[in-house]
């Protein structure tokens, strides 16, 4: 690779290399160290094509979920199944995975501005500005970008497009799928938001269990599923229809619960 070898949105490869080192080094106790994080479902990564692939998920920080997500997409494909052990698999990292962020997140700060040159699709919200609802058109330069990145590697999008759960799904996403027909991978996260803060940069508590299930891909039907539709399949797919609010016994919501607090237990890894 060239020193001065772009990617598709003009970031310098050399350098979004080094910046995925570092900032993977510097994170990667966060998931293996103050918290643990258990993964499921990794080795579907390593079967799939370099471009065109979708990753939708339930969304719990501002960051903390993408970086995970990283650690685990290069942990499988330098061939690690469901665990993050020695970061060796940073030093050649895929360097066309980008996420989709909100442009006013991505500005907020030093480090989120430096965090989105390691791939961000920073697009204008059209519904939420600055903490207000809001109503605005799309962009059609957003949607373009998504495209492109799609041509060229792997997107992560969190189709609700924030952090407070079982909030509706984007029809955009539905959209976009319909267009570009990428193969769309679920992957369904829980602990961060017990883990970190809101934007995923502090440690608000350790001992967490941690936890990402990656699914296997989406039955879509490209020409004839409506929006409505694949919406749907996407809020069943990342967990997070209505439905799933509902508890039917009592006794084995407390269970459930007790096995998970037990599962959560912290034991040092080094």
């Given at each position: ?246 508890v039917t016994k009592e006794d084995d919501y407390f269970k ?15």
């Amino acid at each position: 690779m060239g020193l001065f070898k772009k990617d598709v949105f003009g970031n310098n490869l050399f350098l979004k290399k080094m910046l995925i080192r570092v900032l993977g080094l510097f994170s990667h106790r966060r998931y293996r160290g103050f918290n643990e994080l258990q993964i499921e479902g990794s080795e579907i990564i390593r079967d799939l094509p370099d471009n065109n692939v979708l990753f939708v998920a339930n969304h719990q920080t501002y960051f903390a979920d993408v970086a995970a997500m990283l650690h685990v997409f290069n942990a499988a494909l330098s061939g690690r199944v469901d665990n993050i052990k020695d970061v060796g698999y940073l030093w050649q990292p895929k360097l066309n995975i980008y996420f989709v962020a909100a442009k006013e997140t991505m500005r907020a700060g030093l480090l989120p501005k430096i965090m989105a040159y390691g791939g961000s699709i920073s697009i204008e919200r059209t519904w939420r500005e600055k903490g207000k609802d809001v109503n605005k058109k799309v962009k059609l330069s957003d949607v373009s970008n998504i495209t492109t990145a799609l041509k060229d590697g792997w997107v992560i999008t969190f189709p609700q497009g924030t952090t407070t759960p079982f909030k509706p799904i984007r029809r955009g996403t539905a959209h976009i799928i319909r267009q570009n027909k990428p193969i769309v991978i679920p992957i369904v996260i829980d602990g961060f938001r017990r883990s970190f803060d809101k934007k995923g940069l502090l440690i608000k508590k350790r001992g967490i269990l941690q936890s990402m299930v990656i699914k296997k891909p989406m039955d879509i039907d490209y020409e004839n599923d409506t929006i409505e539709q694949i919406v749907e399949k996407l809020q069943f797919a990342i967990e997070q229809h209505p439905s799933f609010l509902k508890v039917t016994k009592e006794d084995d919501y407390f269970k459930s619960e007790k096995e998970l607090n037990k599962k959560r237990e912290f034991w040092d890894m080094y």
